[in-house]
């Protein structure tokens, strides 16, 4: 049967003008009744079936077939559309078939955003089949005209339909959902018992798999549920398999999940792919990528801003190497790189052990201790009175012997304190890098962070090693001391920033240990440096440089001490919540499944106060005005995930996308694949990628 548009025919606000059948009434509605520039908006397509009469969802089932929507607009060009976003349907089992329908009023919506200034006609042609004895191929043409909004548009009064398609709408499931070579399809998840689950039955988005009308017999245990499907014999089981789990609860309350299940087979062979021997995985060309991303990443590191305090001390070395000999300058190099390769080793050792033990350490992963921030923060401060020339820094009895080897010691210092401030920062690279060295074997792991600390090394070694580079460095004289002293305020603000990190994390109260430690220190080393003169002028044994000495030494304990018993020992604070304030929004597991359950785009954020890529993103990029417009102008919601301390479900997501740490940016379309960003963002990147 065929319906068109009559003109005759008045359409009200948000719906198209009625056609009506024997059997059905259709109509083309969309939840805006006026449109604005660059509108986004729903368009769905209503079907009120008379009783006894049905429609199909996307898998009709064993017979029957899926309704169609194409929508063209006029005024406006159609930027995006997606497609039908299908409410639960019921089953229908007669003689013998399942089918999947719909019956009385339902509401098939899409998701449509218009490139345009306002007053748009949409004509849509839509296809359905109504069915009850017989089946009725049915199809007509809609016209709708939306005036240009006057000022902000508003929600019509059709809003209400698609507030209930959204809920009739599944979620995307929070389970593990695997399915065995016999069809035991099993679920896996919190929330899962027989005190909440009195029936379940899942209903697969494609035919042509299972048998369809065959019973779904279910166990329930704490945690898990397992439906015993029948296979349809000549079907072969995909690698996954798409569609809808609902369970009913005692009170016969439906929940509807979106479910994408794997084959358990291929799945575990997946895992046992990942655990392989070192030989296989070494001779393929993975492994050679991910050395190389990892000596790339290293590289790159040097240009991070994390890295820029110690860059001006190895400035100051680099001055210092022009006037040093051509032994000196290699040997510098050297005890720099193994200071820099040596520190990424012992990295590589840690994080590598936390995860043999089950810990979710990442990269970064201590600066998520108040108390080792603290520490970073008091040696730094140290090395910026260092640099002050408040006190110099010596190898006592050593630099008697072998003066040289005060600089010695300086490079391997300098070497594992630029490894140190690095890991708050992660370079292009870097993730897919320490993603692989976590998950593949030790020995191969700890050559990925060692082609990192040579990555990290580079520069230095190649302007070290180069005659030509040596020789254009300035010659040493009085304007020396003039930059060792300014340079050492870099350090300075660095610190300001790990008192302000130790704070995020453990609250106000670490204020009083942190800067009562630097006011200790600070003592420590002028009176460290007040001894120092007075040895210069032949004054070594005195009883003076002994008490500066010892008090200085006394300094240091009470900093340890109160280290232990302050920063140590206080409670993280409970993880900082991003305050949902207009588009940004808290990360949550189960509101992301509702939003993309809904057909809402989601950017997501995953950050942390002491990731410095992460902080430059979002102070040049993601939180200027420009970008936070164009995410509300393109309704997309901006989730945020602060890791600053340990949070379990970041840790978890992380690890879904193959990260060991922050930054990662995640953008889903609406019922779409998502799309993983690169780590430093423009706000063309942002644009392109969500445009």
Known sequence: MVFGWNENQQASAAESAVVESTHDKASLVTDYDTVGANQSLKVGLRLQLKPGWHTYWINPGDAGDAPTLDIAAQGATIEKSSNIIWPTPDRLSD??????????????PKNLTLQGAGLVTLKAHAEWLVCAQVCIPEHADFILELPRARGTPKLGRQEVLFNDADKRTPRFSPFQALITSDGVLNILGNGLSSKNVADAWFMPESGGIIEQNAPQKFSVKEKSLSLHLRLLKESKLPKSLKGVLVLKDPANVEAAFYIEVENKELYQSNILEKQDTVSKQVSSKEWFHIFLFAFIGGLILNLMPCVFPVLAMKAFSLVNLGSKGRDEQLKSALYYTLGVVGSFVILGILMIGLRLVGSAAGWGFQFQSAGFVVSICWLLFVMALNLLGVFEITSG?????????????????????????????????MGVAIAGALSGPILVGMLVFIFMGFGLATPYIAIASSPNIARLMPKPGPWMGILRQALSFPLLATCVWLLWVAVMEAGGNVLIVAAGGLVLLGLAAWLYGVAQQRMMRGGEGSLFVLMCRLIAVGCIVLCCVGLVKGVMAMEPLEQHVIKNEGNIQSFSPSKLADLRAQGVPVLVDMTASWCITCMVNEQVVLDTPRIQQFL?????????????????????????YNRSGVPLY??????KKEVVLPQILTSSIIQNYIH
Not at 95 to 108: A, E, P, R
Not at 666 to 671: C, L
Request: charge should be neutral; include cysteine; hydrophobic fraction near 40%.
């Open 95 to 108: 003689s013998g078939l399942m089918s999947y329908v719909y019956m009385n009023d339902v509401l098939l």
């Open 397 to 429: 009895a050593l630099g008697r012997v072998n003066p040289q080897a005060t600089g010695r010691l300086g490079d391997l210092i300098t070497g594992s304190l630029a490894v140190v401030v690095a890991t708050p920062c992660t370079a292009p690279f």
């Open 632 to 656: 509300s102008d393109h309704h997309v919601v901006y989730m945020k995930g602060d890791w600053t301390n340990q949070d379990k479900n970041i840790s978890e997501f992380l690890k879904k």
């Open 666 to 671: 995640v953008y889903y379309p609406p019922y």
